[in-house]
């Protein structure tokens, strides 16, 4: 089983574009989506929800009012100002550092789990889709695209499936280091911008620091043909290898606007541009093609 995460440096740069394309030329894999803040590898697959679980993440304080002896001594320790004069507690504010809890001379304070989300299993016709959808407002450390991730490998084992392919957040904080740990291989769909360029960088530089090897997809590409020399000139310094370029045309943008999968839908050109990005992938990761 081969585990591949398509990540980008930041957003719109075609990610989930590529990674639906790849699911879809794949066959035989589980899908992934770990962007959980903005999941929408759904919007391109029709998943029907065959599994529905809670996510659970962080802890909220809720005073009881029937211990409470309105001591005062929470709303002193409270650094964010989260305890109300009435002795309540703000859930907005509440960091959930349990400091009220340890202070209470009354046991009158609990710490409750935090219901976050939901994750789910479902079905596609290019094979099962781990996502995950955060409830408004919810914070992700990355503990839910670890879920989703490990959950997605736990899968592929069980249905003997040949890939795992990630849709991942875009940049380099804690999501993206969450989606990195133990794949075999980085995808990093970039487009010649100057901010494509350098959040690729930073990206690629995250991915290195891990010990993972990298791919570039330069999306877009002949919208400047300079900018995408750089990005060419950047991966051989970093020694990352270039596995596709794919044209800019209005035909991706119908197929997202109808919710079908561009290799399915676009133009002969563009959909022969993705599948040698993937036949170049299966030759670096030594598989037949």
Known sequence: MKKIAVISGKGGTGKTVVTASFAALASCGVLADCDVDAADLHLLTKPRKRERHEFRSGYTAKINPELCKRCGRCREVCRFEAVSRDFEIDSIDCEGCGLCEKVC???????????????????TEYGTLVHARLGIGEENSGKLVSLVKQVAFDTAEK????????????????????????????VVVTEPTLSGIHDMERVIGVAGHFGISVAVVINKYDLNSENSRLIE?????????????????????????????PVNFCEAEVVEK???????????LGDKI
């Open 105 to 123: 001379p009354c046991n009158a304070v609990v710490m409750e789990e935090n219901f976050s989300g939901e994750w789910f299993i479902s079905d």
């Open 233 to 261: 000139e950047n991966a051989g310094r970093n020694n990352v290898f270039i596995c596709g370029h794919i044209p800019f045309s209005a035909s991706v943008n119908e197929a997202v606007v109808k919710g079908v999968c």
């Open 274 to 284: 993705i599948k040698d990005s993937w036949k170049n992938i299966l030759r670096h």
């Open 159 to 186: 249905e003997k499936a040949g890939y795992v392919i990630i849709d991942g957040p875009p940049g380099t904080g804690c999501p993206v280091i969450a989606t990195l740990s133990d794949i075999d291989l980085a």
